[in-house]
């Protein structure tokens, strides 16, 4: 009995001493592979030449706008360009053409009129230390007043040309812009002469006005002038909510 037990004691000590040996420590790992191999270290980037800064990424930036910062018109020219050839091939008309476009353009309203605002607040223009914070704007002339100027300069850096009531409907605003910048370089077929590229700012235009509880039907038309050929106007359509709420206030400001 004492025999068995000590053969089966000295086997298990020979095997825990080989575990722990440093012939086994040295053994070659590709017998056996890892369950969790660690990984290796990601190589570091190349060295710079000298007089040479390495750009940052965008997700470093501040959310101020710096100069220099803009897209340039051949750059925007091609992407757009590649989208009105994208969207052309899968619709099967005009009103399905700009509508596509419009939602395309309320996507990018939508986070503009998150951004606009915190932009302001964080780092205001003035020379104010403590600007005060953004505030819903409840009525109507100064909504228009911030897509025609503030909106309207941060996407093409200028104001818009002219903003108007229709003289037959109360109901309608008309943004006038007499050269677009994002359709310049874009040719209207004769077959779809009625088409507007301008849907997709009129779906930025949209998303704000939704967003900022000013419920709209915007849509983008081409108006030509002998003196602005290209001219576009930004039809704004406002909900029957909207006036109602207007002449719940009255003259008041």
């Known amino acids: 009995m004492s025999t068995a037990r000590d053969?089966?004691?000295?086997?298990?000590?020979?095997?825990?001493?080989?575990?722990?040996?440093?012939?086994?420590?040295?053994?070659?790992?590709?017998?056996?592979?890892?369950?969790?191999?660690?990984?290796?270290?990601?190589?570091?980037?190349?060295?710079?030449?000298?007089?040479?800064?390495?750009?940052s990424l965008i997700y470093d930036r501040p959310l101020a706008k710096?100069?220099?910062?803009?897209?340039?018109?051949?750059?925007?020219?091609?992407?757009?360009?590649?989208?009105?050839q994208y969207?052309?091939?899968?619709?099967?008309?005009?009103?399905?053409?700009?509508?596509?476009?419009?939602?395309?353009?309320?996507?990018?309203?939508?986070?503009l009129l998150e951004l606009l605002p915190l932009r302001d607040?964080?780092?205001?223009?003035?020379?104010?230390?403590?600007?005060?914070?953004?505030?819903?704007?409840?009525?109507?002339?100064p909504i228009l007043t911030y897509v025609h100027s503030t909106l309207y300069r941060y996407l093409f850096g200028r104001p818009a040309d002219s903003l108007e009531l229709s003289n037959d409907h109360p109901d309608e605003y008309m943004l006038g812009d007499n050269d677009m910048v994002i359709t310049k370089n874009v040719e209207?077929?004769?077959?779809?002469?009625?088409?507007?590229?301008?849907a997709l700012v009129a779906g930025i235009v949209e998303a704000v006005m939704d967003g900022a509880g000013f419920p709209a039907r915007v849509t983008a038309h081409s108006v030509p002038e002998p003196s602005h050929p290209r001219k576009t106007v930004i039809l704004i359509k406002l909900d029957p909510e909207v006036l109602a709420r207007e002449a719940a206030f009255g003259g008041k400001v």
């Not at 990601?42 to 030449?49: F, G």
């Not at 803009?70 to 091609?78: I, N």
């Not at 899968?90 to 986070?111: D, T």
């Open 121 to 141: 607040y964080l780092f205001p223009i003035s020379s104010l230390r403590s600007p005060p914070p953004p505030t819903r704007t409840l009525r109507l002339l």
């Open 7 to 55: 053969s089966i004691t000295s086997s298990t000590s020979n095997r825990i001493s080989s575990i722990f040996s440093p012939a086994a420590s040295t053994a070659p790992s590709s017998s056996r592979a890892s369950t969790f191999p660690i990984p290796l270290p990601s190589p570091s980037l190349p060295p710079l030449p000298a007089n040479s800064k390495r750009t």
């Open 66 to 84: 710096s100069r220099g910062n803009e897209v340039s018109l051949g750059a925007w020219a091609f992407l757009f360009g590649e989208i009105i």
């Open 87 to 111: 969207t052309q091939k899968r619709v099967s008309g005009v009103g399905e053409f700009e509508k596509r476009l419009n939602i395309l353009g309320y996507r990018v309203g939508v986070r």
């Open 188 to 198: 209207v077929p004769k077959d779809m002469g009625g088409l507007s590229c301008g």
